[in-house]
């Protein structure tokens, strides 16, 4: 963990994906429940995601959401960044950066 | 009451989501997982199914009360242990296939989420089926059951979904939707999700229906109506017990068995005799129209569902016909006009119609009528010893499978009795609404990413065999092999005394023939009636003297003389690509072609080119041919001597268009390129030379040389859109050839030396370099100052194209030479008047197509209007 600015300007702390995401990532869910700083999702160590790896990211960024806290991913590898596009799962993809899908279909 | 309805909507609506959420993650997650780990999959699913064939069997023979609980307990293994065997080596993740000879690679994609619907006839056989290719091809299924098989159906996939997570599948991969009286309103719902990519509709009618009215891409079945034909040369035994095994395997339930046998009636007795021997009954006329009473809906005309995959006693029982305890099968003669006939339908039960016909034709009218009853696209069946009947069977029949001397219920679904691929999802192509008439399986679930790479285009160098290139190189005529031959000329070489000094020359046993007749430009009429002149002589050899057009003339007359069946329409037929033309030249000629060439110009002797007029069209053909090239070429400078000084010149700028443009072509290569320029260098030398003094012959051999090697490079490189242009304007204004090319030579090198407005789409041009090439002729010629910058930069190139352009230019204003059009003597307002005509002529000339970019009509048009003013001195 190590905080981090972005272009931006703005502070966030750091977290360190390694390997496969297949459950929660307690030091993101402590960081975010601390209500004090944005978490940034590193992926670039990230090899594989599953089904609850998805569900726990969708749910974090709802957390955030509800807390006006953002989360973002950066360095995601091509093979995690097509399972996020395949999934289509907007607060996702908007976490990548990328807009919510304008016409396609969202779960 | 409405809330209640509303609340339900809700529920469904909850339901629905939550089914399809979970596929589309775990298709999403599935993306990742590698070919070994798939397989691993499909192998515990494999298992599972195979370890819960029988059970699975038992729950779907209680639950549906249909079909036989022995042969269900087959159909799952066919659906788990014959699908794994066929599908296990499979590649279905990653480079799936390669095309080394393509250069192209294969790569699958999966589809995503599939809802899978499931029929009542296999409501456990289909679902084991289709999850198993859905894992092998990394797609998530979503099963929608038959309302009265839900059970036994779910039961299978949960199963087989159990067996998939415990091997390491996505969560959520099969999903399926419970058994409820608003079962089938989920399903629509899901027909129409968004999240749902494609449905794979197995079932009754309306449900492939609804699927396609879904919007969504669809795989579906078609209804069927088998006909089996029994030709006279069966084996009867074999063919009966087939037909028994076949129909009533699962009491009928399996959409390609036999519906309506068409017997040969030397062998219909018999084969009736052996149905009855093993079990069967074969009714009466009254029988029959009882049990058609009882198999058949009156209102829809289809058959009676609640007879659907019942015994044959239990049928008979309920038409009121008395048959013998376990009685197998019932068959029913269908007399009178078969296509009214109520029972040549489908008929999901152990009931056989049978016809009995006299003849092949009749036997394939009678299949064909049965197939066209509902049943086009399906399947077929045919037993016959005789390979004829069984070519014109599947010829005429419209079926995706047409089984051959097996059982055509299991021989439909594959890997039992035959090679076809296992399946239980019959795809009946368009004559069933299908967009296949494959067997369904993995194949149908992938998107195929075709990765092509660029094309290795190779490249040849051909030329001319023997050479022979000294002034006196036409004493070579003396040890030609020949005994009969005929020299093609023009007269105007028999007055320049070259026709003499090759007949003097000609070996003394040879009888030699003169056809002189060969105009300034040849037509297809000339070409004709020469080839026909020979036939008569039937020459071994032609030895050709003259110019360019007698050269070309001589190659297509050789071409008819030995292929006289060749159409010259076929001949001329244009194309983009010699490799890809329409036309195939034949591969070799009989007669030997002897090529003496009296200009310095064409290089036709060396080129495997020949231009013939078409008279009828008023335009001129392009003969493009390896085939064409002569056998050998004699580069006798002595021939020249004579040469006007006009016509020295206009063809020395033939030859030097030649080299300008064989060099920046983009069929040019290290071979052209080094022919190019040495022609180009030999030109430069030896042209003024030649004019100072015409009778040199060491002048004459230089320039003699250079136009050979020219036609060496186009012969390989061809040549481009000077030649495009020159070819118009020479036959619109009636202009010789190189003067022709002459006028246009300082537009085109300006306009290929710079960067071009459209690139032209050739694979073995990838990158534009003309004005580089130029640049380096430049270099060669040592026209490039020392201070123009470092060699290659672009102020270096600029320069060097700008000397080259000077050195054209100054060659021909030395040597008197046209480089305009105006300079032609083409008035101003014809010119105008010609420019639309002479843009479209330019535009569709063959040559175009190797220029280095690609010049749109209206820079042809522009082209045209700047090669008009005269040429005059650039200051120093
Ligand atoms: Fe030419």
């Keep these: ?107 | 009451m409405s809330s209640t309805v509303k609340d339900k909507d809700t529920a469904l609506d909850e339901r629905v989501e939550h089914l399809v959420r979970q596929a589309r993650l775990a298709a999403a997650v599935f993306t990742q997982y590698s070919q070994k780990q798939v397989d691993a999959i499909v192998k515990a699913m494999t298992i599972a199914a195979i370890e819960n064939a029988a059970v699975l069997a038992q729950a779907a023979h209680l639950e549906t009360r249909m079909g036989c609980t022995e042969d269900k307990i087959l159909k799952n293994y066919v659906a788990s242990e014959f699908l794994y065997a066929q599908i296990k080596d499979k590649k279905t993740v990653g480079v799936i296939r390669e095309f080394p000879e393509d250069n192209m690679v294969e790569i699958s994609e999966p589809m995503g989420v599939i809802l899978a619907l499931a029929p009542v006839t296999n409501p456990t056989s289909t679902v084991i089926f289709k999850s198993i290719a859905c894992a092998k091809t990394r797609n998530c299924a979503i099963f929608s059951p038959h309302l009265m098989a839900a059970n036994a159906s779910n039961q299978t996939a949960k199963i087989l979904y159990d067996a998939a997570l415990a091997a390491g599948a996505p969560k959520g991969f099969l999903g399926w939707t419970e058994k409820s009286p608003r079962l089938r309103k989920e399903t629509e719902r899901m027909m129409v999700h968004p999240e749902v990519d494609l449905i794979w509709a197995t079932g009754g009618t309306n449900m492939v229906r609804a699927a396609y009215s879904s919007g969504k891409p669809a795989l579906g079945v078609g209804s069927g109506n088998t006909p089996v034909y029994v030709h006279k040369s069966a084996n009867i035994s074999s063919a009966t017990i087939d037909i028994i095994i076949s129909k009533t395997f699962d009491n009928g339930t399996e959409c390609p068995s036999e519906q309506t046998l068409v017997i040969d009636r030397e062998i219909a007795q018999p084969m009736l005799a052996e149905f009855k021997r093993l079990g069967c009954h074969v009714c009466t006329t009254e029988e029959t129209a009882k049990i058609a009473d009882a198999v058949i809906d009156p209102k829809t005309g289809g058959m009676n569902y609640k007879m659907v995959g019942q015994p044959a006693n239990f049928i008979a029982e309920q038409a009121g016909v008395q048959v013998a305890p376990r009685t197998k099968m019932i068959l029913c003669q269908l007399e009178g006009d078969l296509r009214t006939h109520k029972l040549a339908v489908e008929k999901l039960m152990p009931v056989l119609g049978f016809v009995i016909v006299d003849s092949v034709q009749a036997g394939l009218n009678r299949a064909l009528d049965i197939n066209y009853a509902g049943g086009t696209g399906h399947t077929a069946g045919i037993f016959s010893q005789d390979e004829d009947v069984i070519e014109q069977f599947s010829l005429a029949i419209n079926a995706g499978r047409v089984i051959v001397n097996c059982p055509t219920s299991i021989g439909g679904l594959g890997g039992v009795y035959n090679n076809l691929t296992t399946t239980l999802s019959f795809g009946c192509g368009t004559g069933g609404g299908n967009i296949t008439s494959d067997n369904v399986s993995i194949k149908n679930l992938m998107n195929y990413k075709r990765v092509p790479r660029r094309k290795n285009q190779t490249m040849t160098f051909q030329t001319t065999k023997n050479i022979y290139i000294n002034p006196g190189s036409i004493d070579h005529l003396r040890d030609l092999e020949t005994r009969n031959a005929i020299i093609i000329t023009s007269r105007s070489a028999a007055r320049r005394g070259h026709l003499a000094m090759v007949m003097e020359r000609m070996p003394a046993d040879c009888r030699v023939d003169v056809f002189s007749d060969i105009g300034v430009e040849p037509d297809f009429q000339e070409v004709q009636k020469a080839a026909a002149a020979m036939r008569a002589s039937q020459p071994d050899t032609i030895v050709a003297l003259g110019g360019g057009s007698v050269l070309d003339a001589a190659k297509a007359i050789r071409l008819f003389y030995d292929y006289p069946e060749l159409n010259q329409k076929d001949l001329a037929v244009n194309f983009l690509d010699f490799r890809h033309r329409i036309f195939e030249f034949p591969k070799t000629q009989k007669t030997q072609l002897v090529c003496i060439p009296t200009t310095s110009g064409t290089g036709s002797e060396v080129t495997p080119f020949a231009v013939v007029t078409d008279s009828e069209k008023n335009r001129k053909v392009s003969l493009v041919d390896e085939v064409l090239l002569p056998n050998v070429a004699i580069i006798d400078a002595n021939l020249t001597r004579s040469l006007p000084a006009e016509i020295t010149r206009d063809t020395a700028f033939d030859a030097l268009t030649h080299a300008l443009e064989a060099l920046v072509s983009t069929y040019s290569s290290d071979y052209t390129d080094g022919l190019a320029l040495e022609a180009m260098r030999l030109i430069f030398e030896a042209l003024p030379e030649v004019l100072k003094k015409p009778n040199e012959v060491v002048w004459r051999h230089k320039l003699h040389n250079a136009a050979c090697l020219a036609g060496m490079a186009i012969g390989n490189a061809s040549v481009g859109l000077n030649h495009a242009m020159a070819h118009s304007i020479g036959a619109y204004f009636d202009i010789p050839h190189g003067r022709a090319n002459s006028a246009l030579l300082l537009t085109t090198v300006d306009y290929n030396s710079r960067v071009p407005n459209k690139f032209i789409s050739v694979a073995n041009y990838p990158i534009w370099i003309a004005d580089k090439k130029y640049a380096r002729a430049a270099r060669f010629l040592g026209l490039v100052d020392k201070n123009a910058g470092p060699e290659g930069s672009p102020e270096e190139v600029e320069a060097a194209v700008a000397a080259l352009k000077k050195a054209i230019l100054e060659l021909g204003l030395s040597t008197g030479q046209p480089l305009s059009i105006a300079e032609l003597g083409v008035p101003l307002d014809k010119f105008q008047e010609a420019i639309p005509t002479l843009a479209v002529m330019s535009f569709e000339d063959m040559a175009l197509k190797t220029n280095p970019c690609y010049p749109p009509g209206e820079d042809i048009v522009n082209l045209l209007i700047s090669s008009y003013p005269p040429r005059v001195p650039v200051a120093q």
């Design chain 1, 1 to 107: 963990m190590s905080a981090k600015s972005t272009d931006k300007g703005t502070n966030y702390e750091t977290v360190r994906i390694m390997g496969s995401l297949d459950r929660s990532i307690e030091e993101a869910d402590r960081l975010l429940a601390a209500d004090k700083t944005d978490v940034l999702l590193d992926f670039s160590a990230c090899t594989f995601i599953t089904v609850d790896g998805l569900e726990w990211l969708e749910e974090l960024l709802l957390r955030a959401e509800s807390k006006k806290h953002s989360v973002i991913f950066e360095s995601i590898p091509p093979t995690v960044y097509k399972v996020f596009k395949v999934s289509h799962i907007a607060p996702i993809l908007r976490a990548c950066g990328g807009p919510t899908l304008p016409n396609g279909p969202v779960c």
